[in-house]
C-alpha cells in the first residue's frame, strides 16, 4: 500500500520527540516532522522520503543507545508503511500519555463482537443437541469447530438483504482444494489463500464440479511449472557470469518455450560423429530442428555493429549461425543413417541461434537489435538468430503473461503481478477446452 502521513502519525512522533535523549535524534526526528508538514495542515507529504527520514532517525537513536525511542520510530515506521492498523496504532499512542482514557468505542465494540460469538456458538450447540440428543461432548465440540470453519465463507444473499448464511461444507471443499493444489505443486504464494478463492466463487466452482478428471487443476499446475521455469532461466539470462551449460540446464525440459510446433527433445545428441548438438527439439511431423546456445548477458563481444548508417550482426552472430550451418550439412549428409538408426527426418531440419541479450550494448537500443536480427533472419531459410530476450517474451506471451513486450512494460514484471489468480485460469481452461 502507499506510504500513509495523518494526524495520528505527527502526533507519535512529536511524543517521541519528547522522549529523545540525544539532540541528534531530536534533530532527526524533526526532519521528519518538518518533511509531513503538519500543524493543521491537511495536505500531509508522504512517499519514501518520510520512510528514509524515519530509517535515519531510527539509526541515530541506535548510535545514541535510546532503544525505547528505537521502539517508538519502529512502530511509526509500521504505522507508515501499512504493518500497523490505524486503530491499534491510535491505542497505542494514547498509552503513552499518562491519565488518557482508551477508546471506548472500540471497546464497546469489542464486547459486542464477544457478546455476539457466544450467543451464536450457545444457540447452535443447542440446536445440535436438541437433534442429537446422545452426542458426546466431542462430537458437540467437532461440530462447533466444522461450523466456525464454514463461517470463514459466509455469504451475503442479495436477495435477502440484512441476513447472512453460512454454507456448510464450504471448508472441506476449500480443504481438498487446497491439498490438490499443494500436492500438484502449483506455485502460488499460499495455498489457503488460493483454495479460499476457489471455494468462493461460484463460477470457479461449478467449473469444478464439472471438471470429474481433475484436468482443469493439472493444466493449472502445468501452466504454474511452465511459469516457474521462465522465470528461472530469465534470472539465468540475465546473469552475467551464466556459463552455456547454465543456460543450458534451465532450459532443459523447456521445449514448449520455443513453440507449439515442437511436441519434445530428441533423447540423442550426438547424430553425427563429432558433433553434439546443445538441445535436438523434435517438430510434429517428426522432423528435427537444433537449438545453438551461445552466451547470454555474458557474452564478451557485441551483437551488433554499425556498418554504413545502419545496424547490422557483428562477427561473434555471423560465427554462430555459421557453426549452425556446418550442424546442418552434417545432417544431409547423414540422413538416411539417422533416419534408420534413430528414426529422425534430418532432411527438412532448421536451427535457432541463441545469442545474446540486449543488456550487452546498453548503447543500443533493444528494438535496433531485434530489427537487425530480424533483417539478417529473413535472408536465411533454415537458421533463425534470436537473443534470449525476445525467446523468452514470446513465451511469456504465450503464458498470457501481463506486460511482457508492451511498451513501459519492466523486463522484470513481477513474479506476483505476473501470475494470474488460479480460478481466473481455471475459466480460461475451460473456455479454451469448450472452444476445441
Partial sequence: MATRSDWALELQLNVVK???????????????????????????????????????????????????????????????EGRIL?????????????????????????????????RFVTGKAKEFLEGHPGSSTAELLDHLSSLGQDALFLEAPPDRPGRYSIPRGRAETALWIERVIRRERVDVGDAAVEAHRIATSPEALALLAADSDGQMVFRAAELQRRAAGLDRLRAVAEDRTATEHDLQTALEGQHWIFGGRFVGEAAQRRLVPGDEIDIPLIRGDGSLHI???????????????????????????????????????????????????????????SAVVLIGHPGVQPGVPEQEINEALRTFNSHMSRVEVLTYKELIDNAERSLGSAGAGFPGASPHAGNGDRRSSIDQRLLLMSLDRRGT
Fill in 18 to 80: 519528547d522522549q529523545a535523549t540525544s539532540p541528534a535524534t531530536e534533530s532527526a526526528i524533526e526532519s521528519a516532522l518538518t518533511h509531513i508538514g503538519g500543524s493543521g495542515s491537511r495536505n500531509r507529504r508522504a512517499g519514501k522520503q518520510l520512510i528514509s527520514l524515519l530509517e535515519e532517525a531510527r539509526s541515530t537513536a541506535a548510535q545514541a543507545e535510546d532503544w525505547q525511542v528505537v521502539r517508538l520510530l519502529q512502530d511509526s515506521l509500521d504505522y507508515a
Fill in 291 to 349: 537449438v545453438e546456445l551461445k552466451r547470454a548477458m555474458s557474452l564478451h563481444k557485441p551483437l551488433v555493429k554499425r556498418h554504413r548508417g545502419a545496424w547490422v550482426p557483428a562477427a561473434e552472430v555471423h560465427d554462430a549461425v555459421g557453426q549452425a550451418i556446418n550442424y546442418l550439412v552434417g545432417l544431409d549428409e547423414n540422413r538416411q543413417k539417422i533416419q534408420g538408426e534413430l528414426g529422425i527426418e534430418t532432411r527438412r531440419a
Fill in 86 to 118: 490505524k486503530p491499534e496504532f491510535e491505542e497505542r499512542y494514547r498509552l503513552f500519555q499518562d491519565g488518557q482514557q482508551r477508546n471506548d468505542i472500540l471497546r464497546d465494540y469489542m464486547s459486542m463482537v464477544l457478546w455476539a460469538g457466544s
